[in-house]
């Protein structure tokens, strides 16, 4: 088989796997948050952290030398980024307070009119968030497998208050997930809230996860990039308007008709008299 082929093949494989498969979060809670993440087939634990294993070959003098000595080029590097910055800033700065006021202004009002308009510009990015979060949520898939809340407290009252909190609060973010995506239960679900009048703090027994399609996020990624950029496209800068030209100079002063006097109004009088 030909070598092009082969890559053709490979790439072709690679988007078809990227697009069917799903990445689920596992998320527990009972004496400590558990956060695990399965994908690809591999399950990846990122809560509670494993706790660190130090390697001794690491630290041999040699080996703590050489981290040395790139750390202390790296903050070299970095010192010289820093003052070459201040550099390039001061530079600026001394060329702006060189221009004239006219000037500044001048280069104000070509950065300003180059700037799309603002109301134009808060259309698009909610049109396109709207675009992305639809489609994100239509390919989202939430799992309920138990919500155990015991809610406890120093007193009656405050146990109440927070038991009521957390009821108005869980509700209607369920309904939420329910409207918008897609909220999944097992046949032995189990959720329940319940004030615990014995206990002195609130106690959770959380089982959830969500899961979500890689190819899913990427074509809404896609598509509402690609609605920004025709959208940024079709929006026109405001143009400039001279300041100097105002709309009161550039209309016509309005001629007044004046009534001729009376004087005016007579015939002219010839010069050369007429003799007897």
């Not at 078809?16 to 004496?31: A, G």
């Not at 087939?41 to 703590?64: D, E, F, W």
């Not at 679900?189 to 996020?217: A, H, N, Q, R």
Request: proline content about 6%; aromatic content about 8%; hydrophobic content about 40%.
């Amino acid at each position: 088989m030909p070598p092009a082929l082969i890559v053709i093949g490979c790439i072709l494989a690679f988007f078809v796997l990227l697009f069917t498969v799903r990445v689920r979060v596992n998320i527990k809670m009972k004496d400590e948050l558990e956060l695990t993440v399965i994908a690809f087939g591999a399950r990846i634990r990122i809560l509670p952290k494993k706790p660190k294993k130090y390697n001794l070959k690491k630290y041999t003098l040699k080996k703590i030398q050489k981290r040395d000595e790139k750390a202390a080029l790296k903050a070299q590097k970095k010192a010289e980024a820093k003052a070459k910055k201040k550099k390039e800033k001061a530079e600026t700065k001394k060329k702006a307070n060189a221009l004239t006021k006219e000037q500044k202004k001048a280069i104000k009002a070509k950065k300003k009119a180059s700037r799309p308009p603002i109301p134009d510009m808060i259309s698009l990015f909610k049109e396109v968030i709207g675009l992305f979060f639809g489609r994100f949520f239509s390919k989202f898939h939430f799992h309920v497998a138990k919500i155990i809340i015991k809610v406890g407290g120093s007193d009656a009252a405050k146990i109440a208050t927070t038991h009521g909190a957390i009821c108005a609060a869980l509700s209607p973010t369920l309904c939420f997930i329910d409207r918008h995506s897609n909220l999944h239960t097992k046949r032995r679900t189990v959720v329940y809230i319940e004030p615990d009048f014995t206990s002195e703090k609130i106690s959770m027994d959380i089982d959830v996860g969500f899961s979500l399609s890689l190819g899913g996020v990427l074509s809404a990624a896609i598509k509402a990039g690609w609605r920004f950029i025709m959208g940024w496209t079709q929006i026109k800068p405001t143009p400039p308007t001279d300041a100097n030209n105002s709309t009161s100079s550039q209309k016509p002063t309005p001629v007044v008709n004046q009534t001729p006097s009376s004087s005016e109004l007579k015939a002219p009088q010839d010069d050369t008299k007429t003799e007897n």
